[in-house]
């Protein structure tokens, strides 16, 4: 069963612009990662925040975590087009476990 | 990094036949591999869990006589789709990870087309 919920499910921005993407979940967490996924292609890990941390950035890219809430954004600064893609969010519990995926968010950052 | 490779990319098979498809952990080893299944515009579904030297884990739902896992080796899982029907047609994804300090590495995908 699907935990994680993004929102908004499609965002269409302007090249420059940021981008924010949220993901609720529901149970207990050990942590929670965002993905990037190109139509027709795998999966590319983007970031990973542990549920003791409460903010984590990598480049252009911003992460947060509230877990009183259930919740995490992704933060996109200064869009490209190239940034357009799918962008998952994902939960996982255990040292070695399965990850459950949010259904994803279509962004389209135009020229 | 980790890598993992994913082949074949795509595949086009006619009903009633069988399809392997493999994932490669190609610079670590992996005792955990992941099978997962997207279909298009929708979000990956686990269909289950690959355990090196043991069998497999499928998630509720996922007939495991269809879908047979075979993970011999620390750097090679195997998913055969068995007497594939039109229906089995989508996109199948593995991952990995070399360890907890890192993310999951998948695959770069499998596109089954059954004719």
């Known amino acids: 069963s699907q935990q994680g919920e993004e929102d908004p499910q499609a965002l269409s921005i302007q090249e420059g612009e940021n981008a924010t993407m949220n993901c609720s979940y529901k149970t207990s967490i050990n942590n929670l990662q965002w993905y990037r996924q190109n139509s027709g292609r795998g999966l590319v890990h983007l970031i990973l925040?542990?549920?003791?941390?409460r903010e984590k950035h990598s480049g252009r890219l911003r992460v947060t975590l509230d877990t009183s809430k259930k919740s995490s954004s992704l933060l996109i600064t200064a869009s490209r087009a190239a940034d357009t893609a799918s962008y998952f969010c994902?939960?996982?519990?255990?040292?070695?476990?399965?990850?459950?995926f949010g259904k994803g968010i279509t962004l389209s950052v135009r020229p | 990094g980790a890598v993992v490779s994913q082949h074949p990319s795509r595949v086009i098979c006619k009903s009633g036949t069988s399809v392997k498809i493999e994932c490669r952990s190609l610079?670590?080893?992996?005792?955990?591999m992941f099978w997962y299944r997207q279909f298009p515009k929708q979000s990956l579904m686990l269909m289950a869990t690959?355990?090196?030297?043991?069998?497999?884990?499928?998630e509720q739902g996922v007939e495991k006589d269809k879908f047979l896992i075979n993970h011999a080796s620390l750097t090679l899982s195997t998913l055969t789709v068995t007497s594939a029907h039109p229906e089995d047609s989508s996109f199948y994804i593995c991952s990995a990870r070399r360890d907890s300090n890192y993310g999951y590495t998948f695959g770069s995908g499998t596109r089954l087309t059954v004719v």
């Open positions: 994902a939960t996982g519990r255990g040292a070695n476990s399965k990850l459950t």
């Open positions: 610079d670590f080893q992996a005792t955990t």
């Open positions: 690959s355990n090196e030297g043991s069998k497999a884990t499928y």
């Open positions: 925040i542990r549920s003791n941390e």
